[in-house]
């Protein structure tokens, strides 16, 4: 054999370690985010969907994280969001068990992220997950059937 030991045939990578943060919110403090992207979509936009509490929570983050990088206003950003197909898939049955998501994204520049607030950054996120409609999810389907994507 080329490989006289078995050291010669593995290789061993080194990895960085991992950092892990956890945050911890509040219901009082979710709650005030939550009214706060809320109100201010509502006299911004001519949005007629709510923010959810979730929405509100990603949406502070993503514009923390921002600000903490210091990047350059006109660089771009995105936030992606894990979205349930359940109800937007035609054809699951009740009982199924498996999953079935997808990611939705949402871009934008970090001058748009800081200038405009948190209800507009909510509101980016939101209109990520409502994008996935039931012939958005039907047309995404039959595209993956003819070129199947296991990254992505």
């Known amino acids: 054999m080329p490989f006289p030991k078995l050291e010669h045939i593995v290789r061993r990578f080194e990895r960085t370690p991992v950092q892990e943060c956890f945050f911890t919110f509040s219901a ?4 005030k985010l939550k009214a706060r992207a809320n109100g201010e979509i509502a006299g ?5 969907a709510t923010i959810s509490s979730l929405q509100a929570v990603l949406a502070h983050l993503w514009r923390a994280v921002c600000r903490a990088r210091r990047l350059a206003r006109e660089q771009a950003t995105f936030y992606s969001v894990v979205v349930g197909c359940r109800g937007r898939v035609p054809g699951i049955p009740p009982g199924y068990v498996g999953n079935a998501m997808v990611i939705g994204k949402a871009e934008a520049t970090v001058g748009d992220i800081e200038e405009k607030g948190l209800g507009w950054t909510a509101w980016q996120l939101n209109r990520a997950v409502a994008s996935f409609d039931e012939a958005a ?9 003819r070129d199947p994507d296991f990254v992505s």
């Open 28 to 31: 009082a403090s979710v709650k």
């Open 44 to 48: 911004a936009t001519t949005a007629t």
């Open 137 to 145: 999810m039907s047309e995404s389907l039959e595209q993956w059937v």
